[in-house]
């Protein structure tokens, strides 16, 4: 059975960087590694996308070593607003997108 | 980017009742839509896949008689819970992959509670 996960909750203050990590074995060897935030009651917002190595945005960072067994997303300086629940998305062979288990951000004045 | 839009947002109806949820692409054509569940603090648990013109895959665990999934065209999944339950509510989000890519979209989410 697949199982794509990540650590329940993480804290963190206002400025800091946070990195949110991933685990994900055997996923498709073609496809996308996506990461994705939640708010309440809303579906999941996209964040940023990545293959292999590292990938950067306005937002965030991706990291994905070279098995691809896991990523990690980085934000760099997080305010009270990225309180949220972060979700990675991974396809495995069988065609699923499957979500992570989710971590709870809580991002302290 | 690519929107999908999800109706109703949010419903309530009584036990026993049959709910439909509309998910649609709006700006692309969708081969390939993904119906998840989430409840309370969980993760998005994903119930089915439905490609336009056959059948839906479910997941283990999730009735196909009770989840109805039908899409008919490359813009429009819907899914119904048939002989709805109090346990049967949920926050039901859709997702649409563009035809061609594997990239995701997804809808806003459908709260549904049932009394």
């Known amino acids: 059975l697949a199982k794509t996960t990540q650590p329940i909750s993480m804290d963190s203050y206002e400025g800091q960087e946070v990195n949110i990590t991933c685990s994900h074995n055997?996923?498709?060897?073609?496809?996308?590694i996506t990461w994705y935030q939640q708010f309440p009651s809303q579906g999941p917002r996209f964040i940023i996308q990545g293959y292999k190595t590292k990938v950067t945005n306005e937002v965030a960072s991706l990291f994905i070593p070279a098995d691809r067994k896991s990523s990690t997303l980085s934000l760099p300086r997080v305010s009270l607003s990225d309180t949220a629940v972060y979700y990675c998305?991974?396809?495995?062979?069988?065609?699923?997108?499957?979500f992570g288990t989710g971590t709870r951000l809580q991002v302290f004045p | 980017g690519a929107v999908v839009s999800q109706h109703p947002s949010r419903v309530i109806c009584k036990s026993g009742t049959s709910v439909k949820i509309e998910c649609r692409s709006l700006?692309?054509?969708?081969?390939?839509m993904f119906w998840y569940r989430q409840f309370p603090k969980q993760s998005l648990m994903l119930m089915a896949t439905s490609n336009e013109g056959s059948k839906a895959t479910y997941e283990q665990g999730v009735e196909k008689d009770k989840f109805l999934i039908n899409h008919a065209s490359l813009t429009l999944s819907t899914l119904t819970v048939t002989s709805a339950h109090p346990e049967d509510s949920s926050f039901y989000i859709c997702?649409?992959?563009?035809?061609?890519?594997?990239?995701?979209?997804f809808g806003q989410g459908t709260r549904l509670t049932v009394v």
């Open positions: 055997n996923i498709a060897t073609n496809d996308y």
């Open positions: 700006d692309f054509q969708a081969t390939t």
């Open positions: 997702s649409a992959s563009r035809q061609g890519t594997a990239e995701a979209f």
């Open positions: 998305l991974v396809r495995y062979n069988t065609d699923k997108l499957i």
